[in-house]
């Protein structure tokens, strides 16, 4: 019998589990965004949170996935603070963007996927 999937693994570090929360908020936004205003940038969002699912249920790939998805966003987030507006919006865009980064970088989060996930 399989294993059931889950959404949220609270037995995961604190980082890992910020970052399957963080990703999942991103991806919702990113829904709503795309409603709203027709933009594509934040589907890469969308991928983050099925990285985030990954994640939850201790899949190497969903730890990959959301680090690609949360890197190529970090750095269209940077050169459009470069190039086009440098608004509080947008620094916190790149904020928020790059502590999901950091999130997944961290020397926690990374022994924890080494170790366990599959």
């Given at each position: 019998?399989?294993?059931?999937?889950?959404?949220?693994?609270?037995?995961?570090?604190?980082?890992?589990?910020?970052?399957?929360?963080?990703?999942?908020?991103?991806?919702?936004?990113?829904?709503?965004?795309?409603?709203?205003?027709?933009?594509?940038?934040?589907?890469?969002?969308?991928?983050?949170?099925?990285?985030?699912?990954?994640?939850?249920?201790?899949?190497?790939?969903?730890?990959?996935?959301?680090l690609g998805a949360g890197g190529i966003y970090a750095l269209s987030q940077l050169a459009l603070f470069v190039t086009i507006s440098q608004s509080l919006g947008q620094i916190l865009n790149l904020a928020f963007a790059v502590l999901l980064v950091v999130l997944l970088l961290h020397p926690e989060s990374r022994r924890y996927q080494k170790i366990w996930f599959r």
């Open positions: 019998m399989p294993t059931p999937r889950k959404w949220f693994d609270q037995s995961q570090p604190q980082t890992l589990q910020a970052a399957v929360l963080f990703c999942y908020l991103n991806a919702a936004l990113a829904i709503l965004y795309v409603i709203a205003f027709q933009a594509t940038l934040p589907l890469i969002l969308l991928a983050a949170g099925v990285g985030a699912n990954g994640i939850a249920n201790e899949k190497r790939w969903g730890y990959w996935l959301a």
